[in-house]
């Protein structure tokens, strides 16, 4: 195991991943998030086997869970107001190792999993996580996030190893058929149904401006964004990501080209990695966008991650008084899909959350397992019985926009 922790290390010595959607497990992506915690603390790992020359790239990250300051009272399951499990639980806060990535939902935080078995697979987190929090006792649990879908084998052998399922949304992935050239072709797959529902959501769209932002205007609107995103992020069922203000303008530097990607970077005088200024901050073809009213004002604001063939909605917030007197949130979600049609990309992940909507737009929904085990056993063998007070999956109906 060689630990990746000062960013400059990741700019000389960390490897190149051998997939072509390395976006989240690239030395300048980690380096940020290494040197800005986005209320979560960063390391990278290589796990190298010398017999074989087989190498596993992952990402860690420590956060720690309390379950009344990070998760909603209305996420709850059915239980009592006054459930007192949960109140039992209010007072503390628990240090987590998460094996995995919180900024993106998906696979996406490792490469070289897929070349284990699932015997190997199921063997080797547990270590790593082992060996890590017998470095730093202070852990008090182990959450492997998003590694393996649902129904895959090694999820099910990370069970019989005192893992518990946790419950989670599923993330919701849109396929874009090679077909969709513009949005046009993609409106010609759906049912008249659905096709009206567009174009009513895109008729209340009227006196609302969007543009993309280049790094002078996000420098410009920084304060106004984040305070877009904390209002908008208030209202989920669970955050353990808590951005900060810096989030916005290194978003601004992810130059989007047909699926590929790019992010300027540099080392400053300290030795420190980061990212420079590109040098016309008005150009370039990020996938980051304003929305405005008819004042100027800005009333929201998406993002999107180009990732290989996949791309990424991203945070985004919004002025509440929009969502619905102008569809803000559904004709957003339009928005990017048609910047990921432009973009030929084939998947267009729109995250977690708001699973209904996404579904009515085309998406389909994908399970990916979140695992925890509790390092003292006592802790361990009673999560069963705190997590339903903790947190419910919500119940919702899937829809199918697309002609048959």
Same mark, same amino acid.
């Given at each position: 195991m060689h630990r990746f922790s000062p960013a400059e290390d990741l700019k000389t010595a960390w490897p190149e991943a051998g997939r072509e959607d390395n976006f989240w497990i690239s030395?300048?992506?980690?380096?940020?998030?290494?040197?800005?915690?986005?209320?979560?603390?960063?390391?990278?790992?290589?796990?190298?086997n010398k017999q074989d020359d087989r190498q596993v790239l992952l990402t860690t990250q420590t956060f720690y869970f309390n379950a009344a300051g990070q998760v909603s009272n209305s996420a709850k399951g059915d239980t009592s107001n006054y459930d007192f499990r949960r109140r039992l639980l209010t007072p503390f806060s628990f240090k987590v190792l998460c094996l995995g990535q919180f900024l993106t939902s998906g696979p996406f935080a490792q490469d070289g999993l897929h070349r284990l078995s699932s015997s190997e697979a199921a063997d080797l987190l547990p270590a790593v996580a082992a060996t890590l929090t017998a470095c730093n006792p202070s852990y008090v649990a182990v959450l492997i996030k998003d590694l393996y879908p649902l129904t895959d084998p090694v999820t099910q052998e990370l069970q019989t190893k005192k893992f518990h399922l946790l419950p989670a949304d599923p993330v919701m992935e849109l396929h874009l058929e090679k077909n969709w050239e513009t949005m046009d072709d993609y409106l010609a797959s759906l049912t008249s149904k659905y096709r009206v529902r567009y174009r009513r959501a895109r008729s209340k769209f009227a006196g609302i401006s969007r543009r993309r932002l280049s790094s002078r205007d996000v420098a410009f609107w920084r304060d106004r964004m984040y305070e877009l995103y904390r209002s908008t992020s208030a209202? *989920?069922?669970?955050?353990?990501a808590n951005l900060t203000p810096a989030y916005f303008p290194w978003l601004a530097r992810v130059r989007s080209q047909k699926k590929k990607w790019t992010l300027e970077a540099a080392l400053i005088p300290d030795g420190q990695f980061t990212l420079a200024e590109p040098p016309l901050p008005e150009a370039g073809d990020n996938l980051l966008f304003g929305y405005f009213n008819a004042e100027g004002e800005m009333i929201g604001f998406t993002s999107a991650i180009?990732?290989?063939?996949?791309?990424? *909605?991203h945070y985004l917030g919004m002025e509440n008084s929009y969502k619905h007197s102008h569809h803000l949130y559904h004709n957003m979600l339009f928005d990017l899909l048609e910047d990921a049609i432009a973009g030929g990309f084939n998947k267009l992940d729109y995250g977690r959350t708001a699973l209904e909507i996404k579904s009515s737009i085309g998406a389909v929904a994908v399970d990916y397992a979140c695992l925890i085990m509790a390092r003292p056993r006592l802790i361990n063998w009673l999560i069963p019985f705190f997590t339903s007070a903790v947190y419910k999956a919500p119940e919702w109906t899937a829809r199918n926009p697309f002609r048959q």
């Amino acid at each position: 195991m060689h630990r990746f922790s000062p960013a400059e290390d990741l700019k000389t010595a960390w490897p190149e991943a051998g997939r072509e959607d390395n976006f989240w497990i690239s030395p300048e992506t980690l380096a940020f998030q290494v040197n800005q915690p986005q209320g979560l603390e960063t390391e990278a790992i290589v796990l190298f086997n010398k017999q074989d020359d087989r190498q596993v790239l992952l990402t860690t990250q420590t956060f720690y869970f309390n379950a009344a300051g990070q998760v909603s009272n209305s996420a709850k399951g059915d239980t009592s107001n006054y459930d007192f499990r949960r109140r039992l639980l209010t007072p503390f806060s628990f240090k987590v190792l998460c094996l995995g990535q919180f900024l993106t939902s998906g696979p996406f935080a490792q490469d070289g999993l897929h070349r284990l078995s699932s015997s190997e697979a199921a063997d080797l987190l547990p270590a790593v996580a082992a060996t890590l929090t017998a470095c730093n006792p202070s852990y008090v649990a182990v959450l492997i996030k998003d590694l393996y879908p649902l129904t895959d084998p090694v999820t099910q052998e990370l069970q019989t190893k005192k893992f518990h399922l946790l419950p989670a949304d599923p993330v919701m992935e849109l396929h874009l058929e090679k077909n969709w050239e513009t949005m046009d072709d993609y409106l010609a797959s759906l049912t008249s149904k659905y096709r009206v529902r567009y174009r009513r959501a895109r008729s209340k769209f009227a006196g609302i401006s969007r543009r993309r932002l280049s790094s002078r205007d996000v420098a410009f609107w920084r304060d106004r964004m984040y305070e877009l995103y904390r209002s908008t992020s208030a209202g *989920a069922d669970f955050n353990a990501a808590n951005l900060t203000p810096a989030y916005f303008p290194w978003l601004a530097r992810v130059r989007s080209q047909k699926k590929k990607w790019t992010l300027e970077a540099a080392l400053i005088p300290d030795g420190q990695f980061t990212l420079a200024e590109p040098p016309l901050p008005e150009a370039g073809d990020n996938l980051l966008f304003g929305y405005f009213n008819a004042e100027g004002e800005m009333i929201g604001f998406t993002s999107a991650i180009p990732n290989g063939s996949v791309m990424h *909605a991203h945070y985004l917030g919004m002025e509440n008084s929009y969502k619905h007197s102008h569809h803000l949130y559904h004709n957003m979600l339009f928005d990017l899909l048609e910047d990921a049609i432009a973009g030929g990309f084939n998947k267009l992940d729109y995250g977690r959350t708001a699973l209904e909507i996404k579904s009515s737009i085309g998406a389909v929904a994908v399970d990916y397992a979140c695992l925890i085990m509790a390092r003292p056993r006592l802790i361990n063998w009673l999560i069963p019985f705190f997590t339903s007070a903790v947190y419910k999956a919500p119940e919702w109906t899937a829809r199918n926009p697309f002609r048959q």
